[in-house]
């Protein structure tokens, strides 16, 4: 019997550049060309990130609405998440108003970035509940679930909304993920009923990935986090990470949630 997971593609992430990686998709047009290569190798899923005219991070509507047009056009079926990521530029207030004006399906949401205003942060819970927005609650530490737990006993955050994602390693200073660094999330998520996701920094991240898929869980790779294969070599594009993690999730019989999947097409 087939074992599934679902498994989203982050394309470009919040500082990356062309200069680091000439195929990283930062225009609409690349991002849905990116879905579609992605959504043909497995990925079930993409998270945007958008960028204003000199590329730097933003949380622009138009911008983004341009974005998740052209991916669903591209990619039929992809499940389509925005950022809210602040980046330092960004309060809750802007992360609230993007939430409000824009009305995503589905969008991640730093616990950590919203416990800069607790109050606005209930107020972006309360919209994502009213209108059926499904969150992905991001967890960059063990803390960030502890405040979780306590949002949620609280009643700020509604136990319809328990889907998290565990952040292994980090940008700047730069930490590189290990699988084991899993260990103390889900130690400290024991008893929670979580729909949990794992992405991870630096080469690791497909073995974080596998182990994530191998323990229940599900997974994000792409450029935001990672641009190396397992054996350290640059990958050439978005496609083949999302390639490369499925073909070594298959060999101990898991597939990712989708169509393509299910009927072994892959392209």
Known sequence: MQKTYDLMVAPNGARMTKQDHANLPMSAKELADTARQAQNKGATGIHLHVRDAPGRHSLGLDRYQDAIDAVQAAAPGLEVQISTESMNIYDVADQLACLDQLRPKAASL????????????????????????????????TQDLHTLKNWIEEGI????????????????????????????????????????????????????ALAAIFLGGHARIGFENNVQAPDGRVVSDNACAVGNLVSAAKLSGYYPRSCRAQEGVFQ
């Open 110 to 141: 730093s616990i950590r970035e919203m416990a800069r205003d607790p109050k606005l942060g209930r107020k972006a819970y309360a919209l994502a509940a009213e209108t059926g927005m499904k969150l992905q609650h991001i967890l960059y530490s």
């Open 157 to 208: 955050i509604k136990d319809t909304s328990l889907d998290v994602i565990f952040v292994l390693g980090q940008y700047s200073p730069q930490v590189r993920a290990r699988p084991e660094d899993l260990i103390p999330f889900l130690t400290g998520a024991l008893g929670s009923n979580y729909r949990w996701t794992v992405c991870a920094f630096g080469p690791a991240e497909q073995s974080c």
